[in-house]
């Protein structure tokens, strides 16, 4: 007869052997195929843009500011491994966005390209060109200032809202004051596009290195004003930036606050509200500039062009010979000059594209408080 101490060993035998048996295995998940490298900039300045897309039947990559090089979407070629594929160019410097789009879907951003800007209607991917040298918007080995991002919450609209500021190099290690120039995006953007694919604080920190501009703070806000029945936009976005951004900026930052030391600038839907505020209030700001805008509606035929002369010490417009509202930019300029009203008119080649705004950015900082 076994003894119950055998007998205890071979159970603990068998169930040894049951759990050192090969148990079944949780199917692997498929292998994440490896995210293409888009967007290839070449030597040459040709640009390849892939999208890995092996079920679908056609991919297209959707121009954006590309226009000059694809005049319209533009069907991309498939891989043997699901790879679709499309090269442009030799492009010239600079930087450009563009989007994808499946089958008959709506854009899509480039998942393979961390470089988005932000828009109302969803992000979109851009590309950068470099030329042989250092541009007037690209990283140079001088100081920089830095950007911050606010958050507060909006009397006027009661909404949270944000707004972006640039403050010069040297800013945080001393105490002295500084012009403050307001700075406006266009329709369908935000505050982080002046800072992002307009690269604003780029452009300043090479124009104070070069000595060519004041070091300034720049406020960049949220433009966009949500729709009310019967109300006003630029009326909105005037009470918005002069009752709350402005007030909490003079709170927070050390700027001058004399209407010598203020400045203001749009593009696009930013310069109706550049002008409209600018014009309303020549009490507040000494400079206006209006990039890829005109002047409909802005009240032009009632200023006092003696009067605007001696207040305003800079009045800019900029636009490209391809924008859309270049004959808007073009009546505006002929207004102006038949009032006898002082401003400087730069008429550039292209279009509606950040490659023009942030030139004529560039153009009108080392204007600013410079007497």
Known sequence: MMSTRWTALLILAGGLGAFGQTQPQAPKPPAQAPSPVSPEVHPDRRVTFR??????????????????????????????????????GPMEPGIYDYGFSIGDSSRMPDPANRNLIRRTWGPTSYVEVPGDGPQFHTIRDVPHGAVTTHTYHSKTLNLVRQFRVYTPPGYQQGNATYPVLYLFHGGGGDETQWTTVGRADIILDNLIADGKA?????????????????????????????????????????VKTDRANRAIAGLSMGSGQSLHIGLRHLDLFSYIAVFSGGGRNAGIEKLNAAELNKQLKAFYIGCGKSDFVFESANALDKQLTEKGIKHLYTVTGGGHTWANWRYYLNQYAPMLFQN
């Open 214 to 254: 004041k070091p300034m703070v720049i406020v960049m806000p949220y433009g966009q004003m949500p729709a009310r029945q019967g109300g006003n936009a630029n009326d909105d976005y005037e009470n918005e930036l002069l009752g709350d951004v402005r007030p909490l900026v003079e709170r927070l930052y050390r």
């Open 51 to 88: 999208l890995h897309a092996p079920g679908a039947t056609k991919v297209a990559i959707l121009d954006g500011n590309l226009s000059e090089f694809l005049s319209g979407p533009k069907e991309m070629t498939k891989g043997a491994d699901g790879v679709w594929s499309i090269t442009i």
